[in-house]
């Protein structure tokens, strides 16, 4: 049982750049696979981003924000973020960190039904 809590995002100009958290409690995230999701309004939710567990240095990414995006993850201090450069207009949503016990290939994409546990979400909204 981990509880996520989202903060960083805000209302931004195309072109800038945010950082998003992810602080959990709880439970050490460090044996979770690490992602963030992403939905829009009348949109499924998305994947964008994913980091193995432990600290093996394995990332994954939606096509769409590879190069522009960046996940990591402090497990001294429970906390995943993910830099966000070169927001595009498409890019607002809320964004959602989510957790997956353990690691297994397909959670590291996207799943399905691969994570147990969601934050509330922060609202990322970009301006054109």
């Known amino acids: 049982q981990v509880q996520l809590v989202e903060s960083g995002g805000g209302l931004v100009q195309a072109g800038d750049s945010l950082r998003l958290s992810c602080a959990a409690s709880g439970r050490s995230i460090s044996l979770y696979t690490m992602a963030w999701f992403r939905q829009a309004p009348g949109k499924e939710r998305e994947f964008v981003a994913a980091?193995?567990?432990?600290?093996?240095?394995?990332?994954y990414y939606v096509d769409s924000v590879k190069g522009r995006f960046i996940i990591s993850r402090d497990n001294a201090k429970n906390t995943v973020y993910l830099q966000m450069n070169s927001l595009k207009p498409e890019d607002t949503a809320v964004y959602y960190c989510a957790a997956s016990y353990g690691s297994r290939a397909q959670c590291l994409r996207g799943g399905p039904n691969c994570y147990d546990y969601w934050g509330q979400g922060t609202q990322v909204t970009v301006s054109s």
């Open positions: 980091i193995n567990w432990l600290n093996t240095g394995n990332t």
